[in-house]
């Protein structure tokens, strides 16, 4: 985790820098209201997407002294019969605003650009059943991330036969609106990182997940869709080294992604042996001479068969997720790896995961570097 996670949740900010991105000087002007889209998905299944509002009434908030329960916002994603209806937005005007302010880069960028972003989900789509249910596939954003910078992986999985809740952890993220009209924002960690706020997000990022699906399986619309025996995580930046901490603990979740997060604490509490992946920028292979480190601390932990440790060459912190593609269309800096070629390799990796610990396939990908993504390395 980021020693300044008030930052841009654009990813642009000086502690990014410092980890090497782009310098800001070389941002694109923007003349022209900028045209945000994903990719779109590569499975056979169209996919549907609605949004869950969740009451967890066991426990109070744990960012905020004045809220008496936790609140969550969850979006769904599934396999659906057929490409009905709209298209799900990506986020709110409201969360867009938020998001679009916070780079003062894009002053000149209309503050609803995001709002518009074409997405290929479609909202409310009847969702296909199957016997037995799909896999479940829990996703958790980076800090001060909204849940919607997954949307293109998201998309992926779902199309591919997966069930995908991602959850939107309130306060850590720049900006949640609720169905009422509420926006709240970042409050998690403003005083500053430490190791004791890199356990707390941990632990309550557990709790979050346990509690979504707890619910997930107590609702009767969910729990028909849902294959039980089959449940992994993946998590992006904090949201990957949370999905690596809650997982031997877990008596859900089956296996486990981190897309480059950095580990804090840096070690398990005992000793990781289900089905692990991680894979990272450049800056986390061994030796790389990073700041960080916490990758070669944290790998000894990790003890099963099915362990990968992947770099992508030329990729950067956000290289894994939208804003890979999203921020050169906001006129922002390109990273050396472009952002689609960047998302197509995390699509291919972590679907080769998935496949291979929950549905039983054999990926050969997984075994060894490809000629097809030369960019990718194996530790």
Known sequence: MKKTVAASVLALSASLTTLGAIPAEAAAPVTARPVTALPAPTGDHPVGKTDLHLIDSSRPDPWVTDRDVRELMVSIWYPARKAAGRRAPYVTPQESELIIRSEPRLEDVPADTL?????????????????????????????????????????????RGYLVAGIEHTYESLATTFPDGRTVTFEAGKAG?????????????????????????????????????????????????????????????????????????KTLAKPLVKPFMMIGNPRHQPESGGKDGSWELFWPHVKGDGKRWLTVTGAEHMSF?????????????RTPIDGKRALTITRSYVTAFLDTHLKGERRPLLDKPSGTFPEVRFW
Do not use: C
């Open 115 to 159: 709002a518009k972003t074409v997405t290929h989900a479609r909202a409310g789509a009847p969702a296909l059943r199957r016997k037995g249910g799909w896999p479940l596939v829990v996703l958790s954003p980076g800090m001060t991330l909204p849940r919607a910078t997954m949307t293109s992986l998201a998309e992926e999985f779902a199309s």
């Open 321 to 333: 997720v939208d804003y890979a593609v999203l921020q050169p269309q906001l006129g922002l800096p």
């Open 193 to 265: 990182q430490t190791p004791e706020t890199g356990e707390k997000v941990a632990r309550v990022r557990a709790a979050d997940t346990e509690f979504v699906l707890k619910r997930l399986k107590a609702d009767k619309r969910w729990n028909r869709l849902i294959d039980e025996r089959r449940i992994a995580m993946v998590g992006h930046s904090v949201g990957g080294q949370s999905a690596a901490h809650l997982l031997p603990v877990s008596g859900r979740i089956k296996a486990a992604v981190n897309l480059d997060g950095t580990y804090n604490p």
